[in-house]
């Protein structure tokens, strides 16, 4: 079972960021259960096979200062993908410094190989901020451009894109599921 | 939070606001946005005028505002718009009913986030025959006014989006890839009720007008 975390404060922001990944699961057959990041307990991360943490929208980032509720990120031994929001939490737990930099829509990004994808690929943005993975020794950058694109922890399957596939990669989400065996 | 619409009209942006209110979220205005260009990039425009008796019907003030229609500087009318809502009705937020438009989308996301503004756009990515089914499901009452992609023609106005129209695009949907919620253009569309009017509207009159494969129905409505 995949746990698929909801890190919108706004109840709206559900279908434009949460949804769409749980529909790509479920039209892939996989099983999910959606938590709300402030809500989730010990049971449910031990019960989950992989974990999904979604993106939310530019404004609602209400879950930075609540980075305490995302600690478990830190000990984990299981497969995490961070979407956005979930990439920032997944670097700022690692130490990583939170960045400005706002883009919004298509952008041709370059990648190592990184969960089926190759080459250049234009991925939709939409974020206010980015962290610094490059300076961050435990993490390697799959993304050639100036701003850290996709992310892997170098010992754990600890997974970061600071892009949404859920506009035009969705097989991303199913490679990283299919990877993790699940 | 309170929350400005971007209304056309049409099935997907009052089916947002639907979702919106469901939430719990107040929507105080809708921003209609009329373009003088029948092609705008940005905004739909058949029955447009109409839109006037379906905000009187949902009983949400309308924002009105005129576009050229030229391409990017439509979105500096659409900016101006926003901006009018924001100091009218106090907005901290937009609501549009994009689903798959990137060039929509991403267009709406800038100018919200330059004036410090929520923005919701809760069909993103929407299954399109999933749409379908919950309009049908919600009682939204839904007819076609305008066809634009072979092979629709001119008899596809005026048809309602009930079970049987999801049944005659699904293999059209198949075969020549139509959209089953128009969302490529190739058909637009005119709510004449849902659960959140206060009356519902019947059409009077119409008038088809057809230039090459690109076929509108302009309505009367009361």
Not at chain 1, 12 to 34: A, M, Q
Not at chain 1, 152 to 177: A, M, T
Not at chain 2, 42 to 69: N, R, W, Y
Not at chain 2, 152 to 172: N, V
Request: glycine share 6%; hydrophobic share 40%; proline share 3%.
């Amino acid at each position: 079972m995949i746990l698929v975390v909801n890190v919108c404060f706004e109840k709206l922001h559900y279908f434009e960021f949460v949804k769409p990944i749980e529909d790509i699961l479920r039209n892939g057959g996989l099983e999910y259960s959606t938590i709300h990041y402030t809500q989730i307990s010990e049971k449910d991360i031990s019960l989950a096979d992989s974990i999904i943490i979604c993106g939310t929208s530019l404004r609602d980032d209400d879950f930075f200062n609540k980075t305490e509720e995302f600690s478990w990120i830190k000990n984990i031994n299981k497969p995490v993908l961070g979407i956005c929001a979930g990439m920032h939490m997944i670097g700022l737990l690692f130490g990583g410094e939170l960045k400005r930099d706002t883009e919004i829509g298509f952008y041709e990004e370059s990648f190592r190989s990184f969960l089926g994808l190759e080459d250049s690929e234009q991925v939709y943005h939409l974020h206010n901020n980015y962290i610094d993975f490059f300076h961050m020794k435990e993490f390697e950058v799959f993304s050639k451009g100036r701003i850290p694109q996709a992310v892997k922890h170098r010992d754990k399957e600890l997974y970061g894109i600071l892009f949404h596939p859920e506009v035009r990669q969705k097989s991303l989400i199913l490679n990283f599921c299919s990877k993790n065996n699940l | 939070m309170n929350l400005g619409a971007l209304f056309s009209g049409g099935k997907d942006s009052t089916f947002a606001i639907y979702l919106a209110k469901e939430c719990g979220y107040h929507v105080s205005c809708l921003i209609s946005i009329i373009s003088k260009n029948p092609y705008s990039y940005m905004f739909h425009t058949p029955s447009i005028s109409k839109v006037e008796q379906q905000a009187t019907a949902l009983g949400i003030p309308l924002l009105v505002h005129e576009t050229k229609g030229e391409k990017e500087k439509e979105l500096l009318d659409l900016e101006v718009a926003i901006k009018r809502a924001k100091a009218q009705y106090g907005i901290e937020g937009i609501i549009t009913g994009a689903i798959e438009s990137t060039y929509q989308a991403s267009r709406i996301q800038k100018i919200c986030n330059a004036l410090d503004i929520e923005c919701f756009n809760p069909l993103w990515q929407k299954d399109q025959f999933e749409l379908l089914e919950d309009l049908i499901q919600n009682k939204f009452e839904v007819v076609i006014t305008a066809a634009a992609a072979y092979p629709l023609d001119a008899s596809w106005l005026g048809k309602k989006m009930d079970l049987e129209f999801i049944r005659q695009i699904k293999p059209l949907h198949e075969k020549y890839k139509i959209n089953p919620a128009g969302e490529g253009g190739e058909f637009e569309t005119f709510v004449l009720d849902c659960p959140m009017f206060k009356n519902g509207l019947k059409i009077l009159n119409t008038r088809i007008v057809s230039i090459d494969n690109n076929h509108r129905m302009e309505v009367t409505v009361g």
